[in-house]
């Protein structure tokens, strides 16, 4: 017998050589339908492998990362029979799970794939998915695996197994196909009920243009067929939302070879939206006692050695500046320039938590590829803070934070949200991770106790933490069910030690301080790439760049208008009027095009009364009210921060 420990603490006895699968059983064959892979000891095994030693047990199914992951590269193994199936003699590069589906690069000698293709491969893989046949998992020597696929004349495979040492290379089988892979998959492939192969593209092997392309093939695959059709119709929705093409109508920034690539120029109506994002972030980090400070764009090489980022972090810092004979680099992160701020002046308990706000200039090096519109730029304006405080204050200021991130949520309309606890791997201190075993643990469970405390929901990844401690990305979902990685919050024990920061505690001891680096709204860069989505441009009025477009139906009324205008003006309401001789029909058309939230169209009647007739964007006609009610709703509607849905 073995002993098997659940997550929740129990420990149950079954029969040595018992899987995953089979204890699921044991507990309701409702659960053990859902099981797609399972985690023996922590790591990811298939739930159908016979387990031989006490172990603890996780079993995970769609709703975790790692199942759907599983089941994505399961997929692209069934992409890869269907395609043997129609073209007999293709060859197999490799098929990852992607954070949406799969692809599998593929060498299909002289034949071409067209879309019909894809639809042929579609069906066909659905009627091997519906033979519902297992995943079968087994052992070879490495002599045995080059002879398998020396015969089989595939030199992509035979290339893998060079790099594999014997006694770790498996293979998998289906149905008729074999695929060498470390797994796991899931249990068998009736799990997989909908099916859709994407596209098609080309990719040199091993992403060099030197070697040969290979097709491409991207697919996704769900559960049912109601999450896909959602996932389609999202993916839609996603594509008339695009940020790049709603920001470029409505003239939020542009970019300019001669300024670089991914060097966002934000323009006025772009300008207005970052001001009133910093008012905000200002005005809250104010009343959650920060202090704001300013900082340069640059610093000596000698403060990223200390920070660690030259030796962890060098490919993502633009190359130095020669001065003076000494390296200058630009700021990738502004953490260390506010460590030197803690460190100016003696600290004592009395003075922490302290915490230090700025919306900080950043530059990173992104490659070109990867450069994407306002979501992957070089320059960035981050909504950085650092709080120092003791580990007694931690858990407070680390709810303190959370709670902004909530506000911040509540306000922008984001109802959907989970927070990504990266944890560090044992196996790479020292590499990867700062040297510090016993602060890792302690660190990583003070941020776990807080989340569970507070009933906020996150997950857990191994091996994706900072250099410098477990990182908590915020995962949050648009209106459209799109999901963005947006803002990241840090415990960091080992800058306060490298930056020898201190205070002098209760007991008139020195200590060192705990960090918590938190960026709320992330980037300017990211979070209006993200609204843009997010309200498909409709900006709600506290945001829109403009709020009011006065329409006078004639130059008759226009010297009404500009009365209007300076009343709305006074009261900080953003105006302007379309004193073009135009037809009233098309100023209003053009300023619902520019998707300003009010229009207030003038004519006779209006100026005689003293009265507006009011347009609502995407709305049509409100109604009239007279100046000074509108003013009243406009201001209360912008202080309040209303949606505007
Ligand atoms: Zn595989
Ligand atoms: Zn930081």
């Known amino acids: 017998m ?63 990362a790692e199942g759907k992951n599983t089941f994505w590269h399961s997929s692209a193994h069934l992409m890869a029979e269907a395609v043997e199936n129609s073209f007999p003699g293709a060859k197999f590069w490799v098929g990852p799970a992607l954070d949406n589906g799969f692809y599998y690069d593929i060498d299909l000698g002289d034949n071409k794939l067209s879309e019909e293709d894809l639809l042929i491969l579609e069906k066909k893989m659905n009627e091997l998915a519906k033979q519902n046949n297992s995943f079968n998992r087994s052992e070879r020597s490495k002599a045995d695996a080059i002879s398998y696929f020396s015969e089989k004349g595939d030199e992509y495979k035979l290339d893998l197994l060079q ?35 994407m596209s098609i593209a080309g990719a040199y092997w091993k992403g060099d243009e030197k070697n040969k392309q290979l097709t491409r093939i991207y697919g996704i695959t769900f559960p049912n067929q109601k999450e896909l059709d959602e996932y389609l119709l999202m993916l839609e929705e996603a594509k008339k939302r695009d940020h790049r093409k709603i920001a470029k109508e409505l003239s939020i920034y542009t970019m300019d070879d001669d300024i670089g690539q991914g060097l966002v120029l934000w323009m006025p109506n772009g300008t207005v939206i ?101 979501m992957r730029v070089r320059c960035l304006h981050m909504n950085d803070a650092h709080i120092y405080c003791s580990k007694e204050q931690f858990a407070q200021e680390f709810k303190s934070v959370n709670e902004m991130y909530l506000k911040y949520f509540k306000i922008f309309g984001v109802d959907k949200f989970v927070m990504r606890l990266s944890l560090h791997n044992p196996e790479k201190l020292g590499k990867k991770y700062v040297n510090e075993p016993e602060l890792w643990k302690e660190t990583e469970a003070m941020v776990r106790a807080v989340l569970i405390e507070t009933g906020t929901p996150f997950i857990e990844v191994q091996d994706e ?57 992330g980037t300017h860069e990211r979070f209006i790439g993200f609204l843009l989505e997010h309200y498909a441009g409709k900006f709600p009025v506290w ?103």
């Open 274 to 374: 970052i001001e009133e994002l910093e008012k905000l972030a200002k005005e809250t980090e104010e009343a959650a006692g920060y202090k704001r400070v300013v900082t340069p764009h640059i610093a000596k090489e000698n403060l990223y050695l200390t920070s660690g980022h030259l030796p962890y972090y060098a490919d993502s810092m633009f190359p130095p500046m020669e001065l003076d004979g000494e390296k200058y680099y630009l700021k990738a992160m502004n953490c260390p320039h506010h460590h030197k701020i803690f460190d100016a002046e003696p600290k004592s308990y009395r003075d922490l938590p302290y915490r230090l706000a700025e919306y900080g200039t950043c530059y990173r090096y992104e490659q070109s590829g990867e450069l994407f519109g306002l």
């Open 163 to 197: 790099n594999l040492e014997d006694g770790n290379i498996t293979f998998y089988s289906q149905g008729n196909f074999t695929d060498l892979c470390r797994g796991p998959h899931i249990p068998s492939t009736g799990a997989i009920k909908a099916i859709k192969l």
């Open 465 to 521: 933490a900072a250099f410098y401690g477990p990182k908590i990305d915020v995962q949050i979902w648009s209106v459209i069910g799109r999901e963005f990685t947006l803002a990241t919050n840090q415990v960091d024990f080992a800058q306060s030690r490298s930056f020898k920061l201190s205070f002098t505690n209760q007991n008139n001891e020195s200590e060192t301080p705990l960090i918590i680096h938190r960026a709320p709204l």
């Open 2 to 64: 073995i002993n098997i420990c659940f997550p929740d603490g129990a420990v149950r006895q079954f029969e040595s050589g018992i899987s995953a699968l089979q204890i699921a059983k044991n507990i309701s064959e409702g659960l053990a339908k859902k099981v797609l892979v399972t985690k023996v000891n922590g790591e990811i095994w298939d739930a159908t492998r016979p387990i031989y030693t006490d172990a603890s047990l996780q079993l995970l199914t769609w709703d975790d």
């Open 543 to 645: 945001l829109s760049p403009l709020q009011v477009k006065i329409l006078p139906i004639s130059d008759k009324f226009l010297s009404y208008a500009t009365e209007v205008k300076a009343k709305l003006r006074k009261v900080g309401v953003r105006v302007e009027i379309d004193e073009r001789q135009e037809k009233i029909g098309k100023k209003i058309r053009e300023a619902e095009l520019s998707r300003v939230p009010y229009m207030l169209v003038l004519g006779e009647k209006e100026m005689n009364e003293n009265t507006l007739s009011i347009r609502r964007q995407g709305k049509g006609d409100i109604g009239q009210l007279s100046v000074d009610e509108f003013i009243r709703n406009i201001v209360s509607e912008i202080e309040e921060k209303k949606s505007g849905e």
